[in-house]
């Protein structure tokens, strides 16, 4: 079983629905991230948190809530899905107490595409 | 422009040739840097750690030239299992990882 845990890993939605990928890790990490990822743009930081009740925007979080409801656990909502979100989201986690590493321990990711 | 830039390739090489990806960085305040791989509809898995001083890991060798902000990745002998894309990686202050485009590269048989 993968240590990161990604649900649905494909969702087709229509514009405006709102839509919710969870996150679940067994590593004991305290820190979750969540990226999308668009072909030629890379990885880019949606949303972050260092412990439960920790929330940090990243680079692009316009158009998208997270909920840290427990350490293992962050989830991503679209509170009303737009076409240009179509994209692959990839939750991750990292240790504090393994500080510069730049390990990153990704789930397997979950297609999203909005019509 | 952005932060962490990589030529996206494809790059294209026989089995058992030598080659080398570069990637630039702008903030002069980044710390550390890495290179992860990605296989096709995988998720990112880290590579290697870059030193400053230069780091070999079998036939991948990774180094940093701060003087010119970049990073390079050397791949010796290559294999057909080392197709795949290459990113490159920032480790800014916060420690908040910055992850460049990616480079993809095909090794043929």
């Known amino acids: 079983d993968a240590d990161v845990t990604q649900t649905p890993r494909n969702r087709i939605t229509k514009t405006g629905k709102r839509i919710m990928l969870e996150c679940s890790q067994t590593?004991?990490?305290?820190?979750m991230y969540w990226y999308r990822q668009d072909p030629g743009l890379g990885l880019r930081l949606i949303y972050y948190?260092?412990?439960?009740?920790?929330?940090n925007k990243g680079e692009i979080s316009d158009g998208y809530s997270v909920s840290r409801q427990a350490q293992a656990k962050f989830s991503l909502s679209l509170e009303s899905a737009i076409p240009n979100q179509t994209a692959l989201y990839f939750c991750?986690?990292?240790?504090?107490?393994?500080?510069?590493?730049?390990?990153?321990?990704f789930g397997e990711g979950s297609r999203l595409t909005v019509l | 422009r952005k932060e962490v830039e990589q030529d996206p390739g494809p790059f294209n090489v026989p089995e058992g040739a030598t080659v080398a990806f570069n990637c630039t960085y702008s903030?002069?305040?980044?710390?550390?840097f890495f290179w992860y791989r990605q296989d096709c509809r995988k998720e990112p898995k880290l590579l290697m750690s870059?030193?400053?001083s230069g780091n070999e890991d079998g036939r991948f060798t990774a180094q940093l030239n701060r003087a010119s902000q970049y990073i390079s990745l050397l791949i010796r002998d290559s294999k057909l299992s080392d197709s795949a894309t290459y990113l490159c990686?920032?480790?800014?202050?916060?420690?908040?990882?910055?992850f460049g485009g990616g480079t993809r590269l095909m090794v043929k048989p």
């Open positions: 991750a986690t990292s240790d504090s107490r393994v500080a510069n590493t730049g390990e990153l321990f």
């Open positions: 590593k004991g990490h305290d820190r």
């Open positions: 948190s260092f412990d439960v009740k920790d929330i």
């Open positions: 903030n002069s305040a980044s710390q550390s």
């Open positions: 870059v030193y400053s």
């Open positions: 990686v920032a480790n800014n202050a916060g420690n908040m990882l910055t």
